[in-house]
């Protein structure tokens, strides 16, 4: 985008590079798809996600922000019923990440 004219500042690569090494991740999980109430939601990938973001503040503490995407609204709610909230991990849509 943008023809290689938006760049990050120095500054803020080295300061994000110290503190993240992996800022993305995407994890493999196996699980079945249901929809019922017209939209998809995969019960293994909300405990997975549990798991994760739970292991991540113990280890990086509260300061980083989290957030957890997903596509559809089904897994959207449950996300946002299992996500504890004194984890301060945002719970979106991909939509409404853009």
């Known amino acids: 985008f943008y023809a290689g004219r938006l760049l990050t500042p120095s ?5 994000r590079q110290s503190q993240e090494a992996r800022p993305l ?7 079945r798809e249901e ?3 017209k939209s998809y939601l995969n019960h293994a990938e909300v405990a997975a996600c549990v798991r994760v973001v739970s292991r991540l ?6 300061g980083p922000s989290v957030a957890v995407l997903t596509f559809y609204k089904g897994q959207l709610e449950e996300l946002m019923k299992a996500v504890p909230n004194d984890l301060d991990v945002e719970v979106l849509t991909v939509d409404a990440c853009q």
């Open 11 to 15: 500054s803020v690569t080295q300061e």
């Open 25 to 31: 991740v995407w994890l493999d999980v196996q699980g």
């Open 35 to 37: 929809a019922p109430n």
């Open 57 to 62: 503040r113990e280890r990086v503490g509260m």
